[in-house]
């Protein structure tokens, strides 16, 4: 007889939510979210996190920013990004101004001028310690089809909802005798190239052949004002149960990833020094999303800090910190990477496996095995029932004293349900998981793959994508100050239990699209890194400027090997191979995956590399299917290909960049 998965039903839900309740011994837990930020710390934080820390150095320290150095410094963003940061700078400087009571601002008691009327002309200030407010303008200025509003709030004003519409005049539709505020009028600047409407990256007309050549060599591609998008298309389903083992019974629907030309970068494809990057951007994007649905989310901090040793209770970073003295490539906590392998091995079939809570005498009596005999290498797995095994795993991640989603995005988690299209669902999900600390990430990314691996084996045990999302929302979801409460709780659960399940469903089912980077957060990473290169370059020249023709000074840097870009030659290492560097021709057609099989099938033990003995290891480690082809410096920190990235178009994109080779069984 065919067996099929538990009804669709709240039933697994409100079973967990009771397991829950009932395994608390009842205490009064310490209350873990802070009270609310004081006016102007979220502001702070935000800014802070969003990569502005000297914009709130200079608010806080009594400075004011014009509408010229605020466009400055988000000459990268597009308009609906710099409209965010604009209002919070905005707001923070109404909040200063407001806690300043021996100082009263005109700005203050009149409204200021909308941006439809002739601004004023900002003067530079020098504070005490000599900076002047030139720097702020080391970014050009951007110029978009819509002006950016007038975001300034009076105090009490400022809304995180997004609520307040903002009216955007075209600026075609302006007055031909309105004046243009010219900068290096006032400041004495020259001017050295001006932008197109619509786009923060494109260059001056070249005038000659070889700054022609140069411009291909370095154009970024166009970002415009339209919104960010995951790259993803809608697909029939499948009859067969070919998609992740899910059959139709999750109602959603099958997206799958569109190849891009520079090729799809996974969240462990950059360096760390890069996904910073991303978060700040990601953030960003992140708030005016929520801004442009009119859905309010709170950045909380937790204040409980959790034990400092053992296991249970503990916080992921502290876990890490102690895993990493042991393994020191570990990226996820030992004991929870160890629990989800016991049970990928051993309970992927029982029936129930997740739903049935396991013997609480046994449960008990594991905890305390663990705690004191884990890190001592003494225990053992053998004996463990598989609904033992998940029970600990649930108890795991209920009891962190900051739960897997942060304090600062479980409620952005939530409100995800609040998003009607399903695509804008799946790029607030992708943001989120951007945003997270990367033990967080990676441990998230460690529990879906089990769960997916769970519902795929539904025929068996009983649990589809339904059963199990519901049974782990409250996992994931509740915090363990609304467990020690249960009075009062029921109502706002019921309202949470659709939702909350709905999230863990998509997390589950679209994971591999939420592990992507959105190619339009690279290239805006990619300009920021080429601005801040120029902006180098400048500095360093300062001292020649006066005896070097102006031209020279703010020349672009030269491209390397240019000669072999007419070619369309790349010069790639291989350190486990050869310490040479091969030059390999390009052609429209090249991706990544052939860069790497030409040197998988060429023999560098002849020539010069003769000691065939020192090289025959590196040569077996590179057969190895898992050799990947890296792009190193230039606009970007350090990225790992994918196999079908063009390479002819991203060393047009990057010119400067180092491509390597690397086998990761050797790293």
Request: hydrophobic share 35%; aromatic share 6%; with cysteine.
């Amino acid at each position: 007889m065919s067996r099929t998965p538990r009804s669709n039903s709240y039933e697994d839900y409100w079973k967990e939510f009771k397991d829950i309740a009932s395994s608390t011994d009842g205490e009064n837990e310490e209350e873990e979210i802070t009270k609310t930020p004081d006016e102007g710390e979220e502001e702070i934080r935000w800014l802070k996190d969003a990569g502005y820390d000297f914009v709130v150095n200079y608010i806080t320290g009594g400075r004011e920013l014009t509408d010229e150095e605020i466009q400055g410094f988000t000459a990268t963003l597009t308009t609906s990004q710099a409209a965010v940061v604009r209002r919070r700078v905005n707001s923070l400087s109404a909040t200063i101004r407001s806690k300043q009571k021996h100082k009263v601002d005109v700005r203050d008691i009149f409204p200021q001028p909308s941006d439809d009327q002739s601004p004023r002309s900002p003067v530079p200030q020098t504070t005490s310690d000599g900076i002047d407010d030139i720097n702020l303008l080391a970014v050009p200025r951007r110029h978009t089809d819509k002006r950016l509003p007038s975001l300034s709030r009076g105090r009490g004003e400022y809304s995180m909802s997004g609520r307040r519409n903002e009216v955007f005049k075209d600026p075609e539709e302006s007055d031909e005798n309105e004046e243009c505020y010219d900068p290096s009028a006032v400041l004495g600047i020259e001017t050295l190239s001006v932008q197109q409407k619509g786009t923060f990256n494109k260059h001056m007309v070249p005038d000659t052949p070889d700054d022609r050549r140069r411009s291909v060599m370095t154009a970024m591609p166009s970002i415009s004002d339209e919104d960010i998008e995951l790259h993803i298309e809608e697909t029939a389903p499948k009859n067969s149960m070919q998609n992740a083992g899910l059959e139709k019974e999750d109602n959603l629907p099958n997206f799958n990833i569109v190849p891009d030309r520079l090729g799809v970068t996974m969240v462990t494809d950059l360096s760390l020094e890069d996904m910073n990057q991303i978060k700040s951007l990601a953030l960003i994007e992140l708030t005016a999303l929520f801004e442009r649905h009119h859905i309010i989310y709170h950045r909380r901090k937790g204040k409980k800090k959790g034990r400092d040793h053992g296991i249970f209770g503990v916080p992921l970073h502290t876990l890490m910190e102690q895993d990493q003295k042991i393994r020191p490539n570990q990226t996820v906590p030992m004991v929870f990477e160890d629990m989800a392998k016991f049970m990928e091995h051993h309970c992927l079939e029982q029936e129930g496996i997740l739903r049935i809570p396991g013997s609480a005498s046994r449960i008990k009596q594991l905890r305390k095995d663990l705690e004191d005999k884990f890190y001592s290498g003494t225990f053992s797995w053998v004996n463990v029932l598989p609904h033992d095994a998940a029970a600990l795993l649930k108890q795991f991640l209920r009891e962190l004293p900051h739960p897997l989603l942060t304090h600062e995005y479980i409620e952005a988690f939530a409100q995800v349900e609040n998003i009607q299209d399903k695509k804008q669902q799946l790029l607030v999900l992708n943001l989120l998981i951007l945003l997270l600390p990367p033990v967080n990430r990676n441990t998230l990314k460690m529990l879906l793959e089990l769960l997916l691996k769970i519902t795929q084996k539904r025929r068996t045990n009983l649990m589809g994508l339904s059963n199990v999302s519901m049974i782990m929302a409250p996992n994931l979801f509740l915090s363990p100050s609304s467990r020690s409460k249960t009075k009062g709780v029921r109502e706002m659960e019921i309202s949470m239990a659709a939702g909350t399940s709905n999230i863990v469903m998509m997390l589950i089912k679209y994971q591999d699209i939420l592990w992507t980077v959105p190619s339009v957060l690279i290239q805006q990473m990619r300009h920021q890194n080429e601005l801040e290169m120029q902006k180098k370059n400048r500095e360093k020249s300062i001292m020649k400027f006066l005896r070097k023709d102006k031209a020279d000074v703010y020349k672009k840097p030269a491209v390397i090997n240019e000669g072999d870009f007419e070619e369309g030659v790349i010069r790639v290492l291989a350190p486990s191979l050869t310490k040479s560097c091969a030059a390999v021709k390009l052609t429209d057609n090249t991706t990544a995956g052939d860069v790497v099989d030409k040197f998988r099938n060429t023999n560098f033990t002849n020539g010069r590399n003769k000691k065939k003995d020192n090289n025959v290891q590196g040569v077996a480690n590179f057969a190895e299917k898992d050799a990947r082809l890296y792009e190193v410096g230039g606009n970007i920190g350090e990225r790992r290909l994918d196999p079908q990235t063009n390479m002819l178009a991203l060393y047009r994109l990057n010119p400067n960049a180092e491509w390597v080779i690397r086998s990761e069984s050797v790293d």
